[in-house]
């Protein structure tokens, strides 16, 4: 089951899941994961992460707005965590199914090309 490359899937948009389908197969996962920059597998392989350190608490608040307009957009939202006032983390999966779908790759992608503050190094 080849789900495209990245570059395939940020032209894509998410389709409703409600079940019934398998997740991604884990091989493919992981192909998708080294295009996908930052993003990683939980270690219960059901989700993709990827964290972040952003300049200053407002350039959270600016980016969770951000992806919050995609996730609606897409029909297909993330779990959003933010700690310390600067570091963000988000993490997908597809409820239904219990893993990952085509919807969760296709958001990581689209997630990535949002403008982000991070903090200087």
Same mark, same amino acid.
């Given at each position: 089951m080849?789900?495209?490359?990245?570059?395939e899937l940020k032209t894509k948009k998410c389709q409703p899941c409600e079940g019934g389908v398998p997740p991604v197969p884990r091989e493919e996962t992981?192909? &998708?994961?080294? =295009? &996908?920059s930052g993003w990683e597998l939980t270690e219960d392989g059901q989700r993709i992460r990827r964290e972040w350190t952003v300049k200053h608490f407002m350039a959270a608040m600016d980016f969770f707005n951000r992806v919050a307009e &995609?996730?609606? =957009?897409?029909?297909h939202h993330p779990d959003l965590h933010l700690v310390g006032y600067r570091s963000v983390t988000i993490e997908l999966w597809t409820h239904a199914i219990g893993g990952l779908s085509e919807n969760d790759f296709i958001t990581a992608a689209?997630? =990535?090309e949002l403008p982000i503050? &991070?903090? =200087?190094?």
């Amino acid at each position: 089951m080849s789900i495209g490359t990245i570059e395939e899937l940020k032209t894509k948009k998410c389709q409703p899941c409600e079940g019934g389908v398998p997740p991604v197969p884990r091989e493919e996962t992981e192909r &998708l994961l080294k =295009d &996908l920059s930052g993003w990683e597998l939980t270690e219960d392989g059901q989700r993709i992460r990827r964290e972040w350190t952003v300049k200053h608490f407002m350039a959270a608040m600016d980016f969770f707005n951000r992806v919050a307009e &995609l996730a609606e =957009d897409e029909g297909h939202h993330p779990d959003l965590h933010l700690v310390g006032y600067r570091s963000v983390t988000i993490e997908l999966w597809t409820h239904a199914i219990g893993g990952l779908s085509e919807n969760d790759f296709i958001t990581a992608a689209k997630i =990535d090309e949002l403008p982000i503050e &991070l903090k =200087d190094t």
